[in-house]
């Protein structure tokens, strides 16, 4: 971690002064997702992905845990001086973080190892001093302990978990489980009455409270509350609760001696019902008359005066980091954790490696898990602490201002679209018609555009970072060519498991953000319940609009669908993500199935295909080599246009493109940059369309074309992707290209790299960790000895304008 220290340190520290609008947006973010970052106060680096900041009871000390999918550390600060004290490196970790009364211990989550680890604090440092142990460690139990509370005097720990859904009642003297009562649903966090007779629990997956009565040691109510519950907060008198609900971006105000929610505090920048403020921290003032909610998906914090609790008013909104999972109040002072930190410093080679091996990645003597190069702090997601003196009106003012200028949705967009010109076929009212009456909307896996397309003449690529370029992708290059060629796009997701829940629903849950860098840290298991899924996804607003839809593979399978919107619209005979078999054989089954539709007139208005073999099996012996995995995806695609363009319905189709995610995977301008396609009758020929879009962007205008209305905050600020769009139809049909390599290619077993892919499981999207996968690709294609490029994230480049802002052309 010192790297990282030094890194934000020379670059990322901000004076804590009052600050004046052109002040905080000269220092102005652009997040590769379309929203922008001023944040204010100054600012300490913090680990991989901060869940949680407890302050402790004489408010001397702040703890912050760190749980993502890199190096878990739990950091220690002067709650005073601002100062970090000390860090700690914790092999398994999630969320749950309290100090003891006397602030001589501070009690830890020991996330899948299932116990909860005690540090001794001794000169301002963190000494190991004990472990509570719920059961035996991961894999042979699966218990997750979540949120903390404390009874000092009682020398009793609760503990909620989120696996096994229950309260764990825990004697501190001889570490017996007193208690372990079911509690329906994974647990968050805890926090106890001020008289110690009550703990109070939030539900994450059941949209409740729980009571617990400490004496009679059993559930005495159940309160329900918005949607994912998580946070909470208590007044010094135990009268008033307040409970974050993130997919509702609200806070449920209880009465706990009426037992009641008494209001509902809107904390969204607009009234709305559409998920993507994700409400997801609550905190009070010390006078308890303001309270601070963390908007993680809006990069703020939302303030209310709750002084007349039932009555309370919103005062404004400061602005943080990106993705501000937790907030606390020290004083006059706010701690705000920024899970993503500041995404903000261009630099398009990637930090320099200390040496030549730590560059290599992978070579000779090494274990399966690749070196982590320092890229921005070292993981996926790398925090900050923002340190917000709590504002005066005056400067509250200000930075409503600052958050409302960062933000691209405004409610007014959410039924009409700004910008689009005047008969386009892309409509800017929802609702209103279309020529287009068909969308095919395709999701591959995991490609960055610098290894696909940074090749194509006219684009913006580094083809030092080129791995699948125009030999083994025909026909996506030949879409880029005749078509749209589109190098400014970015995927909303950062892997699979939040990609596809991007590429669908515009948006991933609270519960799936802080979930999946468990199991792609290796640390446990991933999201699996229903709590994961987003409230609405492409095929709900399709139901709710009348527009008739089917999926082919996506959140669907032979063995059925994942979600009920999908019931009785998927395609039975056609496989989910499987690598054993090919996308053309995928393909044939789309296309006798389509045929049959056309036929009977009864095609539905949207169909959604995966498309998923560009994600490869590495090198394993035997298996299809990284060239034959990419050749047969691009040929699906080539061949999937080519019949549809052939057929009767082509002026009136349109078919999108994406990768679900981009996977960590090197490209020069950000690691979110991905590969997209338009194609289709009323798509432009040969246009180059340099503007910003996103995963958000494409779901926004198939809404648009079809009438649907937004599913969240995201599509609903997305720029919509017009300016690809004639206003009249070009009837020429795609022909495909022959695969330029052998599908039936195999990796060669005797090598190195088939050494290190044995083993390896490729059953499922990204068990593989991403570092290994990209590794072995690279040194696949680049050869064995080759430098693995650090992948560089968050260098990113301003929107720019078209190459051709004339849509008619």
């Known amino acids: 971690m010192k790297k990282v220290l030094c890194f934000f340190l020379a670059a990322a520290v901000l004076q804590a002064q009052s600050q004046d609008l052109s002040t905080l947006e000269s220092k102005r973010v652009h997040l590769p997702n379309g ?85 001794k604090i001794r000169r301002n440092k963190l000494e190991p001093a004990d472990t509570f142990k719920l059961g035996p460690r991961y894999p042979k139990a699966e ?7 404390l009874d000092d005097k009682h020398h009793l720990l609760y503990v909620v978990t989120k696996e096994d859904n229950s309260l764990y009642v825990i004697d501190l003297y001889d570490h017996k489980t007193i208690q372990q009562l079911p509690l329906g649903s994974e647990g968050y966090t805890c926090m106890l009455s001020p008289d110690k007779s009550e703990l109070y629990i939030t ?14 040691n059993a559930i005495t109510e159940s309160i329900a509350v918005g949607d994912n519950p998580n946070d909470l907060c208590l007044s010094k008198n135990g009268q008033y609760l307040y409970v974050a609900n993130a997919n509702d971006n609200n806070v449920s105000v209880i009465d706990i001696k009426a037992r009641k929610v008494v209001e509902t505090l809107n904390a969204a920048l607009y009234p709305t019902q559409l998920s993507g403020s994700t409400s997801n921290g609550v905190a009070l003032s010390d006078d308890e008359k303001t309270l601070f909610i963390a908007n993680a998906d809006n990069n703020c914090l939302a303030v209310f005066d709750v002084s007349n609790p039932g009555h309370s008013v919103s005062k ?20 705000v954790s920024n899970g993503k930190g500041f995404s903000s410093f261009a630099n398009p080679r990637g930090p320099n490696p200390v040496n030549k091996k730590e560059a290599v990645g992978i070579h000779e003597g090494d274990s399966t898990e690749p070196k982590s190069i320092q890229y921005i702090g070292g993981g996926l997601l790398v925090g900050s602490m923002s340190i917000i003196p709590i504002p005066t009106e005056q400067q509250l003012s200000v930075y409503v201002q600052a958050v409302y200028h960062n933000t691209p949705y405004k409610k007014e967009a959410e039924m009409q679209a700004a910008g689009i010109a005047a008969g386009n076929p892309v409509p800017q009212k929802v609702g209103d ?34 791995l699948f370029g125009e030999k083994i992708t025909p026909n996506q290059h030949a879409i880029a060519r005749q078509f749209v060629l ?26 799936m953000e802080k979930i999946w860098p468990t199991s792609y840290g290796r640390r446990g298991l991933g999201a699996k319940s229903d709590t994961r899924l987003n409230k609405l996804y492409l095929w709900d607003v399709a139901r709710i609009a009348g527009v008739s839809y089917k999926t082919y593979g996506e959140f669907a399978s032979r063995k059925g669908a994942t979600i009920k919107v999908l019931e009785g619209h998927y395609a ?60 047969d995806n691009d040929l699906a695609i080539g061949m999937f246009l080519e019949h549809l363009s052939k057929s009767p319905l082509w002026k009136e189709s349109v078919v999108f493109i994406l990768e679900d995610d981009a996977q960590n995977g090197p490209d020069h301008v950000d690691a979110h940059r991905s590969p997209a396609y338009i194609a289709g009758g009323f798509v432009k020929r040969n246009f180059v369309d340099h503007s910003m879009y996103t995963t958000s962007s494409m779901l926004r205008t198939i809404e648009l074309i079809l009438g649907m209305s937004p599913m969240t905050q995201y599509d609903a600020a997305a720029a919509p992707m017009w300016r690809c769009f004639n206003t009249q139809p070009d009837g020429t049909p795609f022909t495909s290209l022959p695969a330029n390599v052998d599908l039936n290619d195999v990796n060669p077993g005797g090598t190195k790299l088939a050494a290190l892919s044995k083993g390896l499981d490729f059953s499922k999207e990204d068990v593989v960790p991403d570092q290994v996968m990209n590794a072995i690709t690279w040194k696949a294609v680049k050869g064995e000895h080759s430098i693995v490029p650090t992948p560089v994230r968050a260098a990113f480049v301003k929107p720019v304008k078209s190459g051709d802002d004339d849509d008619d052309k």
Request: proline residues 4%; aromatic residues 12%; contains cysteine.
């Open 316 to 335: 404004g909104f400061i602005p943080t980091g990106w993705y501000p999972t937790c907030v606390r109040t020290v004083g006059k002072k706010l701690y």
């Open 433 to 466: 018609a279309s020529p287009i009456k068909h969308v095919f909307y395709i999701i591959k896996e995991n490609r960055t555009f610098d290894q696909v397309l940074s090749d194509v003449p006219g684009a913006n690529g580094d083809t030092s970072l080129l």
């Open 203 to 216: 539900l994450w997956g059941a949209d409740k409270v729980l009571v617990y009565d400490t004496k009679k």
């Open 486 to 511: 589109l190098d400014n796009f970015y995927v909303d997701g950062e892997v699979s498991a939040d990609g596809h829940n991007w590429s669908m629903g515009a948006y991933a849950t609270d519960y």
């Open 572 to 631: 039975n005979d056609f496989e989910g993500f499987n690598l054993h078999i090919r996308d053309t054989i995928r393909y044939r089954s789309w296309e006798k199935d389509f045929d049959k539709l056309v036929a009977s007139n009864s095609l539905p208005q949207l169909c959604t295909v995966r498309f998923g073999n560009d994600h490869t099996e590495g090198m394993a012996a035997g298996r299809p080599s990284p060239f034959a995995h990419v050749a």
């Open 143 to 149: 218990i997750s302990p979540t949120g903390i509370a």
């Open 35 to 119: 929203w922008s970052l001023t944040p204010a106060g100054k600012s300490l680096p913090l680990g991989d992905l901060p869940l949680n900041v407890a302050i402790s009871n004489l408010r001397h000390f702040a703890a912050v845990t760190n749980n993502g999918q890199s190096t878990q550390t739990i950091q220690l600060f002067d709650a005073n001086t601002d100062q970090q004290l000390d860090e700690v490196v914790i092999r398994r970790s999630w969320g749950g973080l309290v100090f003891s009364d006397n602030e001589k211990y501070l009690y830890a989550s020991g996330g899948n190892d299932n116990w909860i680890l005690q540090y």
